[in-house]
Nanobody, 118 residues
Framework: VQLQASGGGLVQPGGSLTLSCVAS????????MGWYRQAPGKQRELVAT???????TYADSMKGRFTISRDNSKVTVFLQMNSLEPEDTAVYYC?????????????WGQGTLVTVSS
């Protein structure tokens, strides 16, 4: 499975940005897709996930500002980010969990940088 994320960039505080991540390769069996982020000097943290059936989870600090969605037919996950704050500056990583014969395996994209600054 390969995950290709896009959509990062520079945005002013209060602005919006949408990230996209498309999975390719052996995508059958992917059941959760999501986004994590890692700010400079900090550990990687959960942003949001969405299951194949549509159930979503969010980190508390992202609730109400970020919206995760998924297109199962295109094996693509989106992250709509509104009311961005400088504290949202981070590298955002796309993630997918896939059921395989040996168990569940996590896959990661290469990351896309989001910078919130005036």
């Amino acid at each position: 499975v390969q995950l290709q994320a896009s959509g990062g960039g520079l945005v002013q505080p209060g602005g919006s940005l949408t990230l996209s991540c498309v999975a390719s390769g052996s995508t059958f069996g992917i059941y959760i897709m999501g986004w994590y982020r890692q700010a400079p000097g900090k550990q990687r943290e959960l942003v949001a996930t969405v299951a194949a059936g549509g159930k979503t989870t969010y980190a508390d600090s992202m609730k109400g500002r970020f919206t995760i969605s998924r297109d199962n037919s295109k094996v693509t996950v989106f992250l709509q980010m509104n009311s961005l704050e400088p504290e949202d500056t981070a590298v955002y990583y796309c993630n997918a969990y896939r059921r395989e014969d040996t168990g569940t395996r996590a896959y990661w994209g290469q990351g896309t940088l989001v910078t919130v600054s005036s």
